[in-house]
C-alpha cells in the first residue's frame, strides 16, 4: 500500500516538474537567451547623418524587443544631411565586436569597438573615394562602395585594435560613371562581391581572390527596373528589390544563383509586393523568410523563400507589417536570434519594432521616436 501511495505520488510530482516546465519554456520564449540578467539584451544602431557632424545612436534592446535610448557617439566625420539611396551604410562585424559605419559628407569611414556600456571610436580613414554609402565585411575584409565621382569600390584590411588600413590596388571602378549605385556586399563564402546600380539597370559581381583584390567588374541586367537593396539567404542566392522608380503599387523582389565566375542565373523573377517603392531585403537566418520594406507604402512585405531560392509573397496584399502614414520605412534589421525585426521610418523620424513570428507574420511593439531628420543606416543585435 505505500509502495503504491509513493509511486502515486511520483506521478503526480513528475506530471507538477513537466507543467511548471513547460510554463518556464513558454515564459522564456518571449525573451532573449542572451539576457544576461541586465534586462539588456542587445542593441540597435542608426546614425544622424547630420551635415554639421555624423554621429551613431545607440539604442539598449530589451529581452521582449523594445528600445530604449543609449546615447551618440561622434563619428568625426560628417553626414550628407539627406537621403543617400543605400543600404548598409552602417554595419556590424560577424562577431558583433566592431561597428563600421560611412561618413558620406567627409568621404571616409569610422570604426567603434562595441562596448556593453557605449561606443568606442578606434579609427577613422578615408574611404578610397567620393561619397562612401555601403560598407560589407567579411572576416579581415572590408569593401567600402563610394558612390560620387565616378563611383568605385575599394579595398580594406581589417587589423587589430580595430583599424583599417587600405588595400593597395584594391580599388574597381563600376560599370561607368552615373551609376547611382545602392549596396554593396559579400556573398555568405566571401568570393563574390555584388553591387547594386540603380540608374543603369545593372548588378554588378566582382571575384575575390585570396589576397583580397577582386576582378571585374562583370555586369548583369536587372530582371526589372532599379535593383536596390540585396540580401543573400544561407545557400547563398541572392534576393534582389526592384523599386522601378517608385511607380506606384510595382515593387517587386526577384531571386538568383551566383556562378562561380560571377554571373547570375535568374530562379524568381519580379514577384510582385503589390507596394511603392521596394528598397531594402534582410533574411532570416534559417533562410525560410525575407523581408522588403516598402518606402512609398509604410509597409513590409514577407516572402516565403523555398530551397531551391524561389520565393513566393506570404501576404497577398503585401502588408505583413504597417510601418505608419506617411512613415517611409527604409532600413531594416534583425536582432542576432531574428525575434525581432527593426526599420527606420524616414517619414516619422523613428525607429519601427516587430516581433517575427514562426510562421514569418509580424507583431508591432513599441518603436523609438525622435531621430534626426536624415538619419541613414540600420544595425543590430
Known amino acids: ?31 532573449d537567451e542572451d539576457d544576461d540578467g541586465s534586462g539588456i539584451a542587445g542593441a540597435v544602431y542608426t546614425m544622424s547623418n547630420s551635415a554639421s557632424g555624423n554621429a551613431i545612436l545607440r539604442f539598449h534592446r530589451a529581452a521582449n524587443g523594445t528600445l530604449t535610448a543609449a546615447g551618440s557617439f561622434p563619428t568625426g566625420g560628417v553626414g550628407s544631411g539627406g537621403g543617400l539611396g543605400n543600404q548598409g551604410a552602417l554595419i556590424l562585424s560577424q562577431n558583433n565586436r566592431w561597428l563600421y559605419a560611412v561618413n558620406a559628407g567627409s568621404n571616409d569611414i569610422s570604426v567603434f569597438a562595441v562596448r556593453p556600456k557605449g561606443l568606442v571610436m578606434t579609427d577613422k580613414v578615408s574611404s578610397g573615394g567620393i561619397r562612401p554609402v555601403s560598407l560589407t565585411v567579411d572576416r579581415d575584409l572590408l569593401y567600402v562602395l563610394n558612390a560620387g565621382g565616378n563611383g568605385n569600390i575599394s579595398g580594406f584590411t581589417v587589423q587589430r585594435k580595430g583599424r583599417l588600413a587600405p588595400l593597395p590596388g584594391s580599388t574597381r571602378s563600376l560599370s561607368g560613371p552615373n551609376t547611382a549605385p545602392a549596396q554593396i556586399a559579400f556573398n555568405p563564402e566571401g568570393g563574390i562581391l555584388v553591387v547594386t546600380e540603380k540608374a543603369t539597370n545593372l548588378i554588378d559581381t566582382y571575384e575575390v581572390a585570396e589576397d583580397g583584390l577582386t576582378t571585374g567588374p562583370y555586369l548583369n541586367n ?40 560571377g554571373q547570375l542565373e535568374v530562379i524568381s523573377p519580379a514577384v510582385a509586393t503589390t507596394e511603392t517603392a521596394v528598397c531594402w531585403v534582410v533574411v532570416t537566418k534559417n533562410g525560410r523568410f525575407a523581408y522588403v520594406s516598402n518606402t512609398g507604402s509604410g509597409s513590409l512585405t514577407a516572402y516565403r523563400v523555398a530551397r531551391d531560392g524561389s520565393i513566393t ?29 527593426y526599420t527606420l521610418n524616414n517619414g516619422t523620424h523613428s525607429l519601427g519594432a516587430f516581433r517575427v513570428q514562426a510562421n514569418g507574420g509580424l507583431v508591432a511593439l513599441p518603436g523609438a521616436n525622435g531621430l534626426p531628420i536624415g538619419a541613414n543606416g540600420l544595425a543590430a543585435h
Open 1 to 31: 500500500m505505500t509502495s503504491t501511495v509513493s509511486k502515486r505520488w511520483l506521478r503526480i510530482l513528475f506530471v507538477f516538474l513537466q507543467v511548471a516546465l513547460l510554463a518556464t519554456s513558454v515564459q522564456a520564449s518571449e525573451y
Open 222 to 261: 536587372s530582371v526589372r527596373a532599379t535593383p536596390f537593396g540585396f540580401a543573400f539567404d544561407r545557400r547563398g542566392r541572392l534576393l534582389v528589390s526592384e523599386a522601378v522608380g517608385g511607380a506606384v503599387d510595382a515593387g517587386s523582389v526577384s531571386t538568383y544563383n551566383i556562378t562561380e565566375n
Open 313 to 341: 509573397i506570404r501576404d497577398a496584399d503585401g502588408r505583413t507589417g504597417d510601418t505608419g502614414t506617411g512613415s517611409a520605412p527604409l532600413d531594416i534589421a534583425f536582432s542576432d536570434n531574428n525575434r525581432y525585426i
